[in-house]
């Protein structure tokens, strides 16, 4: 059996960002191995043998437009993976980094999608709890431009049903797991067989654990280390997982492997959430991780 050729990525363009570190840094470099044409892009220098590697910073409407101007006319299978830790003082960069410049993007790009292309997104556990917010996001999530989302989040920022005030991170990661599950009905979507889905991972070492841990101790990375621990990880006596454990996984769903899987926000967590999931129908209405992050 030809392997490689299982994924379906040989010879195919293939757009991903965030390469230059962490999850998306391991998923191109397997991407090139399995024969994508990979155009990356990231705020840092990408130092992969991809085939165009773009510096941008996507928090930037030009710049993100300056970027796809370069990008071929047919795009086979996205990959959106850059983002950042968020305290509630930057809501409005963290909302636009995570999750506007990720629909921005695949709105742009979606005359060049070919038939039965991929969109994968990495979202995280953060985004626990999506379904709460579902109902209330429906005009946020048919806006196709920069400025529906900036005049969205301008009437949006202090209704705490929508947006967590403790944790825009979690906001953002939220609206992406919405965004995922209504996109894959979208008739757009649809006229291209065109299948959507995100990985929504566990802690995981990368560039970003330490910004983690200091933001969840209020600057004191031990400290947060441990509350992170106490929320993810004290229920099964865990640990972080490595950035290629979630990197590999993301490559195969966005592949042929999984041909006929879309809508699915996947949990790469080691079953944190499905605990969350049993607390919950145990104690219903409790969110375990709602409760955690608003006892800090
Ligand atoms: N590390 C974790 O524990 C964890 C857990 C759940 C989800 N995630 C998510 O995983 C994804 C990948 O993060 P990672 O942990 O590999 O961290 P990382 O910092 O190693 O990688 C993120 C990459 O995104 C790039 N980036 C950030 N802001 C950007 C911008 N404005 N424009 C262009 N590029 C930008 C960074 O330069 C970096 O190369 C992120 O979306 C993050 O939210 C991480």
């Avoid at 556990?125 to 048919?142: E, F, K, M, R």
């Avoid at 991972?201 to 280390?225: C, Q």
Wanted: with cysteine; charged share 20%.
């Amino acid at each position: 059996m030809d392997v490689k050729g299982i994924f379906g990525f040989k010879g195919k363009n293939v757009v991903i960002s965030g390469s230059a570190s962490g999850m998306s840094k391991e998923a191109t470099e397997l991407l090139i191995e399995l024969g994508a044409n990979v155009y990356a892009v990231d705020l840092n220098e990408i130092k992969l043998p991809v085939k165009a590697a773009y510096r941008a910073n996507l928090g930037k409407k030009e710049d993100v437009d300056a970027w796809i101007d370069t990008l071929p006319d047919t795009v086979d299978a996205v990959f959106m993976c850059h983002g950042i830790n968020g305290n509630p003082g930057i809501a409005n960069a963290v909302l636009t980094i995570n999750f506007f410049s990720v629909q921005y993007i695949v709105a742009r790009l979606m005359d060049r999608l070919s038939e039965r292309a991929s969109v994968s997104i990495i979202s995280s556990c953060g985004g626990y709890g999506w379904q709460a917010i579902y109902p209330h996001v429906q005009d946020l999530l048919a806006a196709t431009t920069w400025e529906e989302c900036q005049e969205w989040f301008e009437k949006n920022k202090d209704n705490t049903a929508i947006c967590n005030p403790n944790s825009p991170y979690g906001t953002s990661k939220q609206l992406i797991n919405c965004y995922v599950a209504n996109k894959c009905m979208d008739p757009q979507f649809i006229a291209k067989r065109i299948r959507i889905n995100s990985i929504c991972p566990g802690m995981t070492n990368t560039a970003l654990t330490d910004d983690f841990n200091r933001g969840a101790g209020g600057g004191d990375s031990k400290a947060g280390a441990q509350n992170i621990f106490q929320i993810f990880q004290s229920m099964w006596n865990g640990y972080n997982a490595e950035a290629r454990e979630m990197g590999y996984p993301l490559v195969v769903v966005g592949s042929q492997i999984c041909s006929y899987m879309s809508g699915q926000n996947i949990y790469v967590d080691m079953g944190c959430c499905t605990s969350w999931d049993t607390g919950a129908i145990l104690n219903p209405g409790v969110n375990p991780l709602e409760a955690a992050i608003s006892e800090k």
